[in-house]
């Protein structure tokens, strides 16, 4: 009898697995690992039935590496990533995670080219950036997206200077995504965004596109402390692509992330965080 019940629960999850990746749920926001009082908290978008899934991004780094949010890899029991709506999903492997930073480190057995990741030191405020994922926009997750804008400048939080501001708009799902540069390089990991909202009832405007990502350099560090071979190299700023070279040349090197919980473990709240 607790045999039958076993298995029918399993019949349930993998059923409800299949259906999310036929019609991709919603996706994660993007989300500060320290939230400030004006950074949108985020929590993964539930679905029907006892099983919690939630999208992300993540991009290659290194042959079957792949770096994405640590955030949203809290308490999951499975990990999944693939090349969207329409594509093969292979199963993950967390190998490694950095709370602070954010990071999270992905095994999987995916094909692709590694992303070359530029030296922090030779990024200049103002270039022109790039961010790829998977974002919910307009409520149509699963397709990969590319967005441009440009590098704003450094922005601190409760005493840290480890990210940036960029214009390049994103949403919920890019979280994890790479930054790249004109030249192709990696310059920082989406990590969070302004809450437009919150910030419009304090002052009486309306922000738009302020996006926050991790610097480079700290991406280096933590694929060091790994082992991870990876390609640093200061940035080109002789080369200069457009955002339809770009996506054509690294969007097969950056893929969707799925991850499954049940919906009894939930994560604890943050003091001063809403949910969603």
Do not use: C, Y
């Not at 602070?100 to 200049?124: K, Q």
């Not at 405020?125 to 961010?131: D, F, Q, R, S």
């Not at 996006?211 to 790994?226: E, G, P, V």
């Not at 339809?244 to 097969?252: A, C, Y």
């Amino acid at each position: 009898m607790n045999q039958a019940r076993r298995l029918g629960v399993q019949v349930k999850l993998l059923s409800a697995l299949g259906l999310v990746l036929a019609l991709m749920l919603p996706a994660v926001k993007a989300q500060s690992p320290l939230p400030g009082p004006e950074s949108v908290p985020v929590r993964p978008s539930p679905s029907a039935g006892a099983t919690e899934f939630s999208t992300a991004t993540a991009f290659l780094v290194a042959p079957r590496l792949l770096v994405s949010a640590q955030h949203g890899l809290i308490n999951r029991d499975r990990v999944f990533v693939g090349a969207g709506r329409g594509g093969k999903f292979v199963r993950a492997k967390v190998v490694a995670t950095d709370e602070r930073l954010d990071l999270a480190l992905l095994e999987a057995d995916v094909t692709g080219e590694p992303l070359v990741i530029a030296s922090w030191d030779s990024v200049p405020i103002g270039i022109e950036v790039a961010a790829l994922g998977f974002p919910r926009s307009a409520g149509a997750p699963g397709d990969q997206r590319i967005t441009a804008g440009i590098l704003n400048g450094e922005h601190q939080q409760r005493g840290r200077s480890d990210w940036f501001q960029l214009s390049a708009e994103i949403h919920r799902g890019n979280s994890g995504g790479p930054v790249i540069a004109a030249d192709g390089t990696v310059v920082g990991v989406i990590s969070h965004k302004l809450d437009a909202l919150r910030t419009a009832e304090k002052t009486n405007e309306l922000p738009q596109n302020v996006n926050f990502a991790l610097k480079s350099q700290h991406l280096i560090d933590f694929l060091r402390a790994q082992s991870v071979p990876i390609t640093v190299v200061p940035l080109n700023r002789s080369r200069q692509q457009r955002p339809f070279e770009l996506f054509q040349r690294h969007s097969p090197s950056v893929l969707m992330v799925i991850s499954t919980r049940p919906k009894s473990q939930a994560e604890p709240k943050s003091q001063g965080e809403t949910r969603n």
